[in-house]
């Protein structure tokens, strides 16, 4: 895969040029929340859904992006998953209008995602390193370190962010046992404060579902 964009917002600092593999540049977009490596997977995808519609050997020549037919079907996944209130416009998150969710849809989104293997190995990543090739096909080497800080605390994901208007937020996934929580905190009082929401809300949720088994056991 050939990296051309830049993107503001957090990178995961792609050099233009490169060439690196999906599952390499999937650990760039997750672990830094690199908003350059989300174009580049958009595209490739893009790109495969446009042949898939117009036949496999015919190139993508439009003005626009193939990000877009990438993002059409994040919207139709979306309305499969039942995601009521969730719109989405680009494939990076950052701030557009038409980009719409919920906190019961990014739970439900969540719930889904970590149901496949592949999806929980990525995000309990803590930190990961690979190799692309450039365009003078020299060796670059990548190194990331994922931003959710939980983490190193025993949480298993699932991805942090931040917009002007929806501030931090933060989306978690705990288990204890054979018990799993999801915790999705959006609008939090700043970065660092989401660390200590969630471990609230966590605890929280932990002894709500032990007040309701103990209570079923009586």
Not at 67 to 77: G, L, R
Not at 89 to 109: F, M, Y
Not at 120 to 128: D, F, I, N, P, Q
Request: hydrophobic share 35%; with cysteine; charged share 20%.
């Amino acid at each position: 895969m050939c990296i051309r964009d830049r993107i503001n917002g957090t990178r995961a600092e792609l050099v233009q040029g490169d060439h690196i593999i999906l599952w390499d540049l999937m650990h760039g977009m997750m672990l830094p929340s690199g908003n350059d490596a989300a174009i580049c997977v958009a595209e490739y995808f893009g790109q495969l859904l446009y042949k898939n519609t117009y036949g496999k050997h015919r190139e993508f020549k439009g003005t626009s992006s193939p990000a877009n037919y990438f993002i059409a079907e994040m919207n139709s996944s979306a309305k499969e998953l039942n995601l009521f209130h969730t719109n989405y416009a680009n494939p990076h998150g950052l701030n557009n209008v038409n980009n719409k969710s919920t906190a019961e849809d990014l739970g439900r989104l969540c719930a889904a995602a970590a149901k496949v293997p592949k999806f929980k190995e990525l995000v309990t990543c803590k930190e990961y390193s690979c190799t692309a090739i450039t365009s003078e096909g020299e060796e670059r080497k990548y190194h990331w370190t994922n931003t959710h800080k939980l983490l190193w605390e025993g949480y298993s994901g699932i991805k942090t962010g931040i917009t002007p208007h929806a501030g931090p937020c933060l989306a978690s996934y705990y288990e204890e046992g054979e018990t799993g929580v999801i915790v999705i905190l959006l609008g939090s009082r700043s970065m660092d404060a989401r660390w200590v929401e969630t471990r609230h809300l966590v605890k929280l949720a932990l002894n709500r579902i032990k007040y309701r088994k103990s209570i079923q056991l009586n």
